[in-house]
Structures are given as structure tokens and as C-alpha cells.
T-cell receptor
Framework: GQQVMQIPQYQHVQEGEDFTTYCNSS?????IQWYKQRPGGHPVFLIQ?????EVKKQKRLTFQFGEAKKNSSLHITATQTTDVGTYFC???????????????FGQGTILTVHP | NAGVTQTPKFQVLKTGQSMTLQCAQD?????MSWYRQDPGMGLRLIHY???????DQGEVPNGYNVSRSTTEDFPLRLLSAAPSQTSVYFC???????????FGQGTRLTVV
């Protein structure tokens, strides 16, 4: 079945350092989503990428979708303590139609930021 | 606008007990899903619904039942709780098409 692998599992950085998490799918994805979960909280949607090679930016966060639509990355420039949490990538199971609501999540990357 | 509401927030069960985790959304979303979150394993899909009266199994459905009699509600039933079902459970909803999922606050379940 479809698998979504995410690395690294943990990342510890000093405040101001950059951070990157990588996501790889065993199958081609129609789109990929990224979520952030604060400690003790619930996943919150960050962004969705749809097009091959797409790059989107949200302030210090840069999201990329690979040309083959099987991998993605999230890069945070100059981390802040507010960036602490777990970052998940997720892709729909299957293609089109009713698949969009069924998400396969990566294992997540837990980011800690030391002030 | 409440979004997705889950109850209870915390629950302790004894092995063999049954219970229902409640999930309600007020956004008129077609899709509703249940996920469980375990350390190092991300979120895994338990059951899924594309509308009232329609449900389907996800990746880890064993030991759980669902029904969807209305658009708003999607309860998850644990038939006979086992320690392996100790987890954090999240309900999510989303509209049709490739768009974001909205998650509830989660239910932290411990089975002893």
C-alpha cells in the first residue's frame, strides 16, 4: 500500500538556525499537504502543493513539491521558539474522487528549538 | 464557529469495556475521518466517511466501528477496549476535493 516516509524523526536546533524536513511517497501524489502540531495540540493545516515542481513560501517557511510528485520538503529559515512542534506531510490515498479526504501521513518530524 | 468538536478530551477504560468517542462538525463538510496517533507513527486512518450513510475502512479499522447518520456527526465506537488501543484519537473533516482537513482537539484514551 501507499507509504509516506518522513525524515528526520527528530531535529534539535539553536534559535536562528535553519531546519528542513523531507517527505517521500511510495506512489505519485495528486497533491501533498503539510500540517503543524504544537505539543499537546492537534494538527493544523499549513499548505497544500498540487503542481509538479511547485514552490510556495509563507514568511520563513518554504515548501517544495518534487518534479515526480513523489517527494516534498519544508524548509524553515532562521528558526524561532514559536516554530517548536511536529511537522507532518500528508497525501491522499489513491487518486481523485473520494480519495482526497483519506490522508496518508508521514511519521512527522519533531522540531525543538533551543533559545 | 466551533469547527470540529471531540468529546471526551480524556478517557481511561478498563480492558474489555466499550465506549463511543464523539465527533461533530458544523462546517457542513462531506468528508469525516478518524485517525489515531501513536509515538513515531504519525497519524493512521481508522475509518472514513464521504457523506451521511457512507463509511469505509482505513488503514487500522480492527476493533472500531463507525456510522454516519447525519452530516454533522461521526462517532467512533470501541467494541471491547484493549491496551493496544491506548492512543490519541483525532477526528477530522474536510469539504469535497483536494483541500485542507480540519482536526478536532483530540481524545486521549488510556486502556488499562
Amino acid at each position: 500500500g501507499q507509504q509516506v516516509m518522513q525524515i528526520p524523526q527528530y531535529q534539535h536546533v539553536q534559535e536562528g538556525e535553519d531546519f528542513t524536513t523531507y517527505c517521500n511517497s511510495s506512489t505519485t501524489l495528486s497533491n501533498i499537504q503539510w500540517y503543524k502540531q504544537r505539543p499537546g495540540g492537534h494538527p493544523v493545516f499549513l499548505i497544500q502543493l498540487v503542481k509538479s515542481g511547485e514552490v510556495k513560501k509563507q514568511k520563513r517557511l518554504t515548501f517544495q513539491f518534487g518534479e515526480a510528485k513523489k517527494n516534498s520538503s519544508l524548509h524553515i529559515t532562521a528558526t524561532q521558539t514559536t516554530d517548536v512542534g511536529t511537522y507532518f506531510c500528508a497525501g491522499p490515498k489513491g487518486a481523485g474522487g473520494t480519495s482526497y479526504g483519506k490522508l496518508t501521513f508521514g511519521q512527522g518530524t519533531i522540531l525543538t528549538v533551543h533559545p | 464557529n466551533a469547527g470540529v468538536t471531540q468529546t471526551p478530551k480524556f478517557q481511561v477504560l478498563k480492558t474489555g469495556q466499550s465506549m463511543t468517542l464523539q465527533c461533530a462538525q458544523d462546517m457542513n463538510h462531506e468528508y469525516m475521518s478518524w485517525y489515531r496517533q501513536d509515538p513515531g507513527m504519525g497519524l493512521r486512518l481508522i475509518h472514513y466517511s464521504v457523506g451521511a450513510g457512507i463509511t469505509d475502512q482505513g488503514e487500522v479499522p480492527n476493533g472500531y466501528n463507525v456510522s454516519r447518520s447525519t452530516t454533522e456527526d461521526f462517532p467512533l465506537r470501541l467494541l471491547s477496549a484493549a491496551p493496544s488501543q491506548t492512543s490519541v484519537y483525532f477526528c477530522a473533516s474536510s469539504p469535497l476535493g483536494p483541500t485542507e482537513a480540519f482536526f478536532g482537539q483530540g481524545t486521549r484514551l488510556t486502556v488499562v
